[in-house]
């Protein structure tokens, strides 16, 4: 079996989606993407091509280094997207030329069903005691919300307690059994972090993440010392080396790996090990489309720290499209009483309607992320 081509499309609301075909007529899906960035990931993808047409899809780990080493320059989310999203498509490639799910590839499952978390409140978040209502009338045991809209290096108390009611409310909506996830989006910096932390504690947050942004991780022993909740972060981390520092430094309690930012599930699958070494549990990132969600639960099937998987149903940057749309069976990514089953069809489990994926690819997008500013006229952290 050889490679033979790379295909790729833009889909609303802000994806890209590759597809790679073999002499043998089988192929493999995966999403290589940085949300904002799809047009230079998609550059990339089709410059690592040269290295791979031609080559046996089922040789995974082989490719893998080839792309990883195979160049002076290493690393960062550009390369490390395109190369996810070409090792999800072989993965796929290989669980469907054995007729097995990825997972079946990598020993096996260890648990029968993930349990699944979503989104409420939006960017500036809002209304979101009913909301968080609403998506446990749903089956949901945890939902995510931003903490806070921007804030500046030093601002107001006034901003604080703003966010503290934000969860108080949320809290108090949904009893005190339910899972909050708090993200602070690298919009609150050290000084401000320390205070917002803390403020936080008696609403037992299930995690804070990324408390600071990712190039200040060094502040978290400080700003986080004695917490009685864990601490998530490593969506803007991209290789297990990054992830590797933090460990070793016991920052963290959670770390959240993208699979389509990290390099895909061959890295995903050792940064979980890593983690595992220092009793460290994984929630990987996903606030993007139907292949990386099926490649995430693939990686959260074999990996005994996995505790819980995001998702992107209905998150508030998917207009027009959302994930189960680009699916011919959405059963496979159907979520019941929050928690999704183990995925049982070949490779990554869920099967691309091409003709739909064609037609979107044609409105594309340009989605990017909202620009702010604060009041003095200053770029602000979105």
């Not at 919300?145 to 108090?172: F, W, Y």
């Not at 991209?238 to 061959?266: K, N, W, Y």
């Amino acid at each position: 079996m050889k490679i033979t081509q790379l295909k790729t499309w833009q889909v609303p609301p802000r994806w890209l989606f590759l597809k790679i075909e073999t002499d043998e007529g089988v192929a493999g899906w995966g999403e290589p993407v940085i949300e904002g960035r799809a047009a230079t990931v998609e550059a990339a993808v089709h410059e690592l091509a040269d290295l791979i047409v031609g080559r046996d899809p089922r040789h995974v780990q082989d490719i893998w280094q080839q792309l990883y080493r195979g160049g002076f320059y290493r690393g960062g989310p550009i390369l490390m997207s395109a190369i996810a999203g070409i090792d999800q498509a072989l993965w796929d490639i290989k669980g469907r030329a054995l007729g097995v799910p990825v997972h079946e590839l990598l020993g096996g499952p260890v648990r029968d069903k993930m349990r699944m978390y979503c989104w409420i409140g939006g960017d500036r978040p809002a209304d979101v005691g009913r909301q968080a209502k609403e998506v446990v009338e749903k089956g949901f045991t945890a939902f995510k919300m931003n903490g806070t809209p921007e804030l500046a290096i030093v601002d107001s108390h006034a901003k604080v307690d703003d966010a503290v009611a934000r969860v108080a409310e949320a809290r108090q909506a949904v009893g005190p059994d339910v899972g909050i996830a708090i993200d602070f989006h690298g919009r609150v910096h050290r000084p401000m972090a320390k205070a917002l932390l803390r403020e936080l504690e008696p609403f037992h947050p299930m995690f804070v993440e990324e408390p600071v942004l990712p190039e200040h991780l060094h502040a978290l022993p400080q700003i986080a010392s004695g917490l009685g909740y864990p601490i998530a972060t490593g969506e803007r981390l991209h290789t297990r080396f990054a992830f590797r520092e933090i460990l070793e430094a016991r920052m963290v309690d959670i770390l959240q790996p993208d699979i389509s930012h990290c390099g895909g599930i061959t890295e995903a699958v050792k940064i979980a090990s890593l983690a595992e070494t220092y009793d460290v549990a994984i929630a990987p990132h996903c606030p993007l489309g139907p292949l990386t969600l099926a490649a995430s639960l693939q990686l959260d099937f074999v990996a005994h720290n996995a505790f819980i998987q995001e998702q992107s149903m209905g998150i508030h940057y998917n207009v027009g499209n959302d994930v189960l749309d680009y699916l011919t069976d959405p059963a496979p990514l159907k979520i019941e009483d929050g928690y999704l089953p183990v995925l049982t069809k070949p490779g990554l489990g869920v099967e691309i309607d091409e003709a739909f994926v064609e037609e979107q690819a044609k409105k594309g997008h340009r989605w990017r992320n909202p620009a702010w500013r604060h009041e003095d006229g200053s770029v602000s952290e979105w």
